[in-house]
């Protein structure tokens, strides 16, 4: 029995994009899913999609396209960015954040944001990211990746007036615990006004980002 009911309307009334979550479903789901995007004319963002299922996707869904990086999948057209330079900049304290972060970019170029991302400016070599500030100012919303302590956000939220989302990765050693470590530092952040979203919801902090661009 077909229970899936696709909120269409969320771009309408909200400015987003429904995403379709994939790691738990089965082929078959997303499938059905993906056949009603289409019937709509509408942009499906499937993501936590492994390489093996999206082999299998793209045989009957041939226009959508596999970003492996990221593991999402996009059918339809991106909207046209209108920008000429980087609204939201998306940080990585190491290589190993790039796949949440690289969620983050697919989710904002979909909605037709601008987006640039730059890799390995941790903390643990903080001269990194004080190379870059000044170009991390330029733009209008930053999303800080970062697992380990994730003490990232916090630097910089000390460092740059503009609105920063904090967006913990699970990655690290024993006591890290999956991206906890990383939520509760952030969370419990001593610099005011910082944003965090959940462990690894890279979506969740590109959402954000548009709703904050769109106020």
Not at 7 to 34: N, P, T
Not at 45 to 71: G, M, N
Not at 146 to 160: F, H, K, Q, R, S
Not at 174 to 195: D, V
Request: glycine residues 10%; proline residues 3%.
């Amino acid at each position: 029995m077909d229970e899936s009911i696709i909120d269409f309307q969320r771009r309408k009334r909200l400015g987003v994009i429904e995403a379709i979550w994939g790691e738990h479903k089965s082929i078959k789901q997303i499938s059905e899913i993906l056949k009603k995007y289409q019937l709509a004319s509408e942009t499906a963002l499937v993501t936590r999609l492994t390489k093996e299922k999206a082999k299998k996707l793209l045989i009957d869904f041939p226009s959508a396209k596999f970003h492996e990086i990221s593991s999402c999948l996009t059918m339809g057209s991106f909207e046209e960015c209108i920008s000429s330079k980087e609204e939201v900049i998306i940080l990585t304290g190491g290589t190993s954040d790039l796949g949440v972060a690289s969620e983050s970019e697919i989710a904002l170029n979909l909605h037709g944001i601008k987006t640039k991302l730059l890799i390995d400016v941790g903390v643990a070599g903080i001269h990194r990211l004080l190379e870059r500030l000044e170009e991390i100012k330029s733009a209008k919303v930053v999303i800080a990746c970062a697992g380990m302590e994730g003490a990232l956000p916090t630097v910089l939220a000390g460092l740059i007036p503009q609105p920063i989302i904090g967006l913990p990765v699970s990655v690290g050693y024993g006591i890290s615990g999956g991206g906890k470590t990383a939520l509760e530092g952030m969370l419990a952040s001593c610099a005011p006004g910082l944003l965090v979203v959940n462990i690894d919801n890279g979506y969740g902090a590109a959402m954000a980002a548009l709703r904050i661009l769109a106020s």
